[in-house]
T-cell receptor, first 112, second 112 residues
Framework: QKEVEQDPGPLSVPEGAIVSLNCTYS??????FMWYRQYSRKGPELLMY????GNKEDGRFTAQVDKSSKYISLFIRDSQPSDSATYLC????????????FGKGTKLTVNP | NAGVTQTPKFRILKIGQSMTLQCTQD?????MYWYRQDPGMGLKLIYY???????DKGEVPNGYNVSRSTTEDFPLRLELAAPSQTSVYFC???????????FGPGTRLTVT
């Protein structure tokens, strides 16, 4: 079983839709959970950062972590064409940044 | 701040050639990283550095070398290029081992 699993999509939604992006993981030692956004032909940029379980909200974005199910989600409300990008989940134990494990990324297109 | 800059943006190499990918950051970050991203795959760590003069291997170091003579620069050297090294290479940096990595725009390398 891969350490981090992420459905690569692609996912295509109409503008204004609620988007749900997900990752599952197998390593119960993961404590830090991140979502990076990567626009086409650009480097990834950090979007959301969560420690341990629970929810975190930032504007139209909500990150959710369920450690009991080893499942994390990113919700995008009122999606916009500018949200079209690849979203990568990333996770780490307490070991530090060199131990970051990335998912393969889900490509999202929001159609106007 | 320019952030993390990478040169060149694109490069085509013949099998057996060598080249150096340049990376510079102006954020005074201690930690720097080299990742490769293959289509449909997550980011894989090649090498990282925790400060000038200190480097260490990541998940996929074979065929690459790095050096870190200054805080700002972290070049990646490919010796004897092989088709398996065709990929997009991202340099990143972070303050200490924080998990909010700052990525450069990437170098697209093709080995034929």
């Amino acid at each position: 079983q891969k350490e981090v699993e992420q459905d690569p999509g692609p996912l295509s939604v109409p503008e204004g839709a609620i988007v749900s992006l997900n990752c599952t993981y197998s390593n119960s030692a993961f404590q830090y959970f991140m979502w990076y956004r990567q626009y086409s032909r650009k480097g990834p940029e950090l979007l959301m950062y969560t420690y341990s379980s629970g929810n975190k909200e930032d504007g139209r974005f909500t990150a959710q972590v369920d450690k009991s199910s080893k499942y994390i989600s990113l919700f995008i409300r009122d999606s916009q064409p500018s949200d079209s990008a690849t979203y990568l989940c990333a996770m780490s134990t307490q070991g530090g940044s060199e131990k970051l494990v990335f998912g393969k990324g889900t490509k999202l297109t929001v159609n106007p | 701040n320019a952030g993390v800059t990478q040169t060149p943006k694109f490069r085509i190499l013949k099998i057996g050639q060598s080249m150096t990918l340049q990376c510079t950051q102006d954020m005074n970050h201690n930690y720097m990283y080299w990742y490769r991203q293959d289509p449909g795959m997550g980011l894989k760590l090649i090498y990282y550095s925790v400060g000038a003069g200190i480097t260490d291997k990541g998940e996929v170091p074979n065929g690459y070398n790095v050096s870190r003579s200054t805080t700002e620069d972290f070049p990646l050297r490919l010796e004897l290029a092989a088709p398996s090294q065709t990929s997009v290479y991202f340099c990143a940096s972070s303050y200490l081992n924080r998990l909010d990595l700052h990525f450069g725009p990437g170098t697209r390398l093709t080995v034929t």
